[in-house]
């Protein structure tokens, strides 16, 4: 029924196609809270290890995953307490967590001169309990789910009010679920939830929602079946109510869909801006020495990845001083030390820089006039169609690579080239004329 369910999410389609982690890190999460409850019900030591592991797992996709460890130890304890059980089954898991995970972060320490990654300083790092960014996160996803989360009210109502002698388990799954949601949501009250395409940062809740929604749903499975003889029909039937009710339009949606997929053009190029990211990478990967380039762009993932060029994250997801340094003055100086034969910086064309991001640099405007911009010249441009802004590329005058790469960009890479250049950058400021776009 969860699986059933989840598909219906309209955000789960995006989020499979988004290319992050998002949706195996809720499937982690989901089995390790289930796995959770089954240890505190049974209060067997191979169940509380099975949760170490599986948590230790979870974790891995994401830090936040470790919430569900106090929340799971807790409850544990209470209905331990009340059952007068022993306690070494939750010592021999918690054991078993320390070495594993203790051995993990002793070698990232060893690799990485740090324990927590790189976005956890930029994402964490605010002064303020709340963050703006953080709680409208929150506010989308209770407006987004609120049929779930009506439905996981009622189930938990269901539960408390039943005189079911064999309730018990389900009382611990509802209070442990619930506990974990608010903590979970509290914790990010506290983040700068950038870039939360389709609620990502707390999409990994709905499954766990949907459990807490079980019961409820599993009473109107029962009055369906009770009334109708046709029982294999209740559930499609309900799955279609569900749809009708949580995105109807995606009704709708299936039949263009199989248009596209069966017409000439879901075969062409996509222009969306991960596709072009993917693209971008591929092309510089084919350039002589590319290994050897050193290239600045605020996105550490599919470009570097591909291109196997020495990269340097402007937001810091790859740089651990850009991560936890906030004077703007030291990480300017930073960027320009590093030297990077190639920038890629997001600006949109004959308006302005990109004004937001993670961390000081994330700011484009305001540092786009340090003079230091005048050892790099424009090359050109990529055109992003689905995002409000373009790539825009810079070469550095004094680098060994200047000819070639900006030769092989010109007849690779670049969508084109603006003249004169629209934005201002170093000492240069844009003359007060047309642009005109010159295509590759």
Not at 134 to 147: D, N, R, T, V, W
Not at 268 to 293: C, D, G, W
Request: hydrophobic share 50%.
């Amino acid at each position: 029924m969860i699986a059933a369910i989840i598909f219906l999410v309209p955000a789960t389609e995006v989020l499979c196609l988004v290319g992050l982690e998002t949706v195996i890190y809720a499937f982690f999460l989901l089995i390790t809270f289930i796995s959770g409850i089954i240890f505190i019900d049974r209060k067997q030591a191979r169940h509380s290890v099975i949760f170490s592991c599986l948590l230790l797992l979870t974790m891995l996709l994401r830090p936040e995953a470790a919430l569900l460890y106090p929340i799971i130890a807790i409850a544990f304890l209470i209905d331990s307490a009340r059952h007068k059980s022993s306690l070494m089954p939750l010592m021999i898991g918690l054991l078993v967590l320390l070495a594993l995970g203790g051995s993990y972060l002793t070698w990232k320490y060893i690799h990485f001169g740090q324990l927590l990654p790189n976005p956890f300083y930029l994402k964490a790092s605010g002064q303020s309990f709340i963050s703006p960014d953080g709680l409208q996160s929150i506010k989308y996803f209770i407006s987004e789910y609120a049929l779930l989360f009506l439905l996981a009210i009622l189930g938990m109502l269901l539960v408390f009010f039943s005189r079911r002698t064999e309730v018990r388990r389900d009382k611990i799954l509802a209070l442990t679920g619930a506990s974990f949601a608010a903590a979970y949501c509290l914790f990010f009250v506290h983040i700068n939830t950038l870039m939360d395409v389709y609620g990502r940062f707390l999409y990994p809740l709905v499954p766990m929602v949907i459990l807490l929604a079980a019961p409820a749903v599993a009473k109107a499975l029962g009055f369906i079946e009770s009334i109708s003889e046709h029982k294999i029909f209740v559930l499609p039937v309900l799955m279609v109510a569900y749809l009708l009710v949580f995105a109807p339009a995606d009704i709708f949606k299936f039949n263009d869909r199989l248009i596209w997929l069966t017409s000439k053009h879901s075969m062409q190029v996509n222009k969306f801006y991960m596709v072009k990211e993917l693209h971008i990478a591929k092309t510089l990967a084919r350039f002589p020495q590319i290994k050897s380039v050193r290239i600045a762009f605020a996105d550490a993932g599919v470009i570097p990845y591909f291109s196997g060029a020495l990269w340097l994250d402007v937001v810091g997801l790859n740089d651990g001083f850009i991560a936890r340094t906030r004077e703007k003055n030291k990480l300017v100086d930073y960027f320009f030390e590093w030297s990077p034969d190639l920038v890629i910086h997001p600006g949109r064309a004959g308006l302005s820089w990109l004004q937001y991001g993670h961390g000081p640099l994330g700011d484009y405007p305001s540092w786009a006039n340090d003079p230091r911009w005048d050892d790099y010249e424009y090359v050109g441009t990529s055109r992003m169609e689905d995002i409000p802004y373009d790539l825009q590329y810079f070469v550095k005058k004094s680098s060994r690579f200047r000819a070639p790469l900006e030769g092989f960009l010109r007849a690779n890479i670049l969508d084109g080239w603006y003249d004169p250049f629209p934005l201002s950058i170093g000492t240069y400021y844009p003359k007060e004329i047309q642009p005109t776009w010159r295509s590759r």
